[in-house]
């Protein structure tokens, strides 16, 4: 066997400056810590799949990139969480402003109890978009795959459309406020094995001008779909039970799934716990 | 977790052991074969390839299906993709020994000659075969730190396939030759038996470290 030259062992990410940067971030329900001294970088355009056991605080960390876990009461965070340089937990930082910029869809579909038209059109509204709404509109959901589907039937009930439907158009939602980031809680834990590849499809095309994070379950999703992958691990303090979540590993997803540094991630990613 | 996909993976692994285990035997039997010129023993080995083919399909069925059904992942990856490696490299090493076997079982096969060339052929086939034991060793115990003695090992064999050249190079005797060029396959055949083991010790390398440098 001829011995090739070793390449470098890991793929260059991209050289842009991270859309985030996240610096000894720890999160505590009241007294209760739930995720502790998370540092990494999010890069731009790519997905970045945030992997783990149940309750090691996936949802936990992505709800932190917009500000969603301030919606708890009694939740709390150190550390910082740098957008573009800025710390969105800084003094005079309007957490509806970060979430204008940090779009997000989550586990279930939530459409209002609106038309599809309506739904697309309502965030933009608020917003105070002053183009051409019809044409914004149509824009969001042929971006978001789902046009040709509804363009004959804007005016029904987005509840009537089908569960996969109704993730598409949560994301047609997320984008018509021009956001630069788009946060996916398990979207498409709740739809059917067809469905889910139509929502991994569109990831692809939307990475092209958003950056994604994703939580999921499914780590053969996470696998298939992600330019990078974090591997998050629950710590337990022996003497009082309590429980955290860590990050153990953070890389390029086919490391992570081909060569893992860490025991743990390895045990984890070949289905040896969790 | 997945305990019934990690036995299979497991299962397989220890096939690839019994494999090398035939590969083993047929090298030596095949060595012995050619310089007692023992055509009934030739026989056996041609025959014991059946076998070993079969194996081959079993493991090669089997690991794909693991591929397909369970999609692994990270060291259980790099696990099957060393199986389906090694499973080729044993085979292709079978087939070796069945190709000597066919030669010594030729009608007009004699055995080697002068004593020189005799005592090459033996070395070589022996340490061949020793050369394929050792790293079916290392697969079993899956260390790379045994892999790396497996090249020098090799390195051995080399010399003595250039030695054994050499050595047929040097008959003058015209009626010598048809005899001299079989053997000077048989040479290669064994060098060639002894570089798929060393690229059994290079995929526990890889199995182990995730080095695709040893993917060469």
């Known amino acids: 066997m001829n011995t090739v030259e070793a390449r470098p062992a890991e793929v260059t990410p991209a050289t842009e400056p991270p ?17 502790k001294d998370v540092n990494m970088d999010i890069s731009p355009r790519r997905i970045t799949a945030i992997i783990g056991p149940s309750g090691c605080g996936k949802s936990t960390l992505i709800r932190c990139f917009n500000r969603m ?10 550390g910082e969480i740098l957008y573009h340089g800025q710390d969105i937990y800084g003094p005079g930082v309007d957490p509806v402003v970060v979430r204008r910029h940090i779009g997000m869809v989550f586990q279930r579909p939530n459409p209002f109890p609106k038309s599809i038209y309506d739904n697309v059109a309502f965030g933009a509204k608020i917003n105070g978009y002053r183009g051409d709404m019809d044409e914004l509109v149509e824009r969001c959901l042929r971006r978001a795959a789902l046009w040709d589907e509804v363009k004959s039937q804007l005016k029904k009930s987005a509840l009537d459309l089908s569960g996969g439907q109704q993730q598409r158009l949560c994301i047609a939602r997320a984008i018509a406020v021009e956001p630069d980031v788009i946060l996916m809680d398990e979207p498409a834990s709740a739809l059917d094995p067809i469905a889910t590849v139509r929502i991994e499809d569109l990831m692809q095309e939307l990475k092209k001008d958003y950056s994604i994070i994703i939580v999921t ?3 053969q999703q996470a696998a298939r779909v ?9 710590e337990v303090d022996e003497a009082t039970s309590h429980r955290w979540g860590i990050l153990v590993e953070f890389g390029e997803t086919s490391q992570i799934f081909t060569r893992p540094k860490d025991k743990r991630t390895e045990d984890y990613v070949s289905g040896r716990f969790g | 977790m997945r305990d019934a996909f990690h036995k299979e993976l497991e299962a397989i692994d220890q096939e690839i052991v019994r494999m090398g285990a035939l590969i083993e035997k ?7 074969a050619l310089v007692e010129c023992n055509k009934a023993l030739a026989q056996r080995v041609m025959d014991g390839d059946e076998a070993i083919d079969e194996m081959f399909l079993d493991i090669e069925k089997r690991s794909l299906t693991l591929m397909a059904q369970q999609a692994p992942v990270a060291g259980d990856l790099r696990l099957i993709v060393a199986i389906l490696r090694v499973n080729n490299d044993l085979e ?7 190709n000597i076997a066919k030669l010594v079982h030729l009608e007009d096969f004699r055995e080697p000659s002068p004593k020189a060339v005799k005592s090459l052929v033996s070395e070589l086939g022996l340490a061949a075969g020793r050369l394929m034991s050792n790293a079916i060793d290392v697969w079993a115990s899956k260390d790379e730190a045994y892999a790396a ?24 005797d015209e009626a010598a030759i048809p005899s001299a060029i079989r053997l ?21 390398c890889y199995y182990v470290t995730g080095d695709e440098a040893h993917l060469g």
């Open chain 1, 69 to 78: 876990n301030e919606l708890i009461p009694g939740a709390r965070v150190s």
């Open chain 2, 149 to 172: 003695g497996l090249q020098q090992q090799d390195d051995a064999v080399d010399d003595l396939h250039a030695r054994l050249i050499n050595e047929l190079l040097q008959l003058k």
């Open chain 2, 92 to 98: 292709r090493a079978g087939d070796l020994a069945y």
């Open chain 2, 26 to 32: 047929s090298t030596e039997e095949t060595t012995t």
């Open chain 1, 217 to 219: 379950h499914n780590m």
């Open chain 1, 226 to 234: 992600s330019d990078e992958t974090a591997f998050l691990y629950t």
């Open chain 2, 184 to 204: 000077a396959m048989v040479g290669r055949y064994f060098e060639r038996i002894a570089d798929h083991a060393v690229n059994v010790g290079e995929l526990v």
């Open chain 1, 19 to 35: 859309v985030f940067t996240v610096r000894d971030l720890s999160m505590r329900y009241g007294n209760s810590l739930a995720l």
